[in-house]
């Protein structure tokens, strides 16, 4: 899953093919970005770009049924342990470390 953080709103919003952007995006053109496929986004090169691995997301969220299911016992210290997601990085906007996206600077002028 891909996410982009403005640092100037701290909105933080996820990817969708359809253009997005932060609340603040529409006033004063800061960070816009959508998904050209399933793999491959593209964004203004402005903000933060955060990975969230999906599996690492699923897995929190399916630890978390099971207690909402009653299936097992739980305090802070068991959600802290095992409903952390354990794969999230922040990654450059584009080049080697965020291979599949791609920065288009007159993203959202149009």
Do not use: Q
């Not at 933080?12 to 093919?17: A, G, N, Q, S």
């Not at 897995?59 to 299911?69: P, Q, T």
């Not at 739980?74 to 409903?83: A, I, L, S, V």
């Amino acid at each position: 899953m891909k996410l982009l953080y403005c640092e100037y709103c701290e909105d933080v919003f996820k990817l969708d093919y359809d253009l997005r952007n932060c609340s603040c995006g529409r006033v004063v053109g800061r960070v816009v970005g959508k998904y050209i496929n399933k793999r491959v986004a593209v964004i203004n090169g402005k903000g933060i770009s955060i990975a969230i691995g999906n599996d690492s997301l699923l897995d929190a969220i399916r630890k978390l049924n099971r207690v909402i299911a009653g299936e097992v016992c739980n305090d802070r210290d068991w959600f802290n342990e095992n409903c952390k997601i354990e794969h999230c990085w922040i990654r450059p906007n584009s080049d080697p470390g965020n291979p599949h996206t791609f920065i288009d600077e007159d993203l959202g002028n149009e």
